[in-house]
């Protein structure tokens, strides 16, 4: 990777309605955007708040090289989406308090675990 010329060195784009289109295509212009910015030295990353695997169809396209951010922040995993860089969980009376308040006005609640998913309730 050369040297970065400029004051910007690293990009990192959220999947859903930014880097794909609602649709949910990666477009050729956003992949040759991306690898053209790599070639200037700007490294490029993902975040969402999908689970590691629902990026999968990213990785290979875009030569993904650096950690990828899933479930908004709560873990960060390389590349292979299993190797766990970090994981970042809420301490247990803290989910318990959202998780009622959400339920209070009878709202969906969506719990991400450290398995691959989440669950509904």
Same mark, same amino acid.
């Given at each position: 990777m050369s040297d970065t010329k400029? $004051? %910007?060195? =690293?990009v990192i784009a959220d999947v859903d309605g930014t880097l794909v289109s609602k649709e949910k295509i990666l477009t050729?212009? *956003?992949i040759d955007s991306i690898h053209k910015m790599e070639g200037l030295g700007v490294r490029f990353a993902i975040t969402s708040g999908r689970p590691p695997l629902g990026m999968a169809m990213l990785i290979e396209p875009l030569k993904i090289s650096q950690p990828v951010a899933a479930f908004?922040?709560? &873990?960060l995993v390389k590349p292979d989406l299993k190797t766990v860089v970090r994981e970042?969980? =809420? $301490? =247990?009376? &803290? &989910? /318990? /308090? *959202?998780?009622? =308040? %959400?339920l209070d006005?009878?709202?969906?609640a969506w719990i991400y675990t450290d398995k691959d998913g989440s669950s509904a309730m």
């Open positions: 400029g $004051p %910007i060195s =690293l050729q212009r *956003a908004n922040g709560g &873990v970042n969980f =809420l $301490p =247990l009376e &803290v &989910v /318990k /308090k *959202a998780l009622k =308040l %959400i006005h009878k709202l969906d």
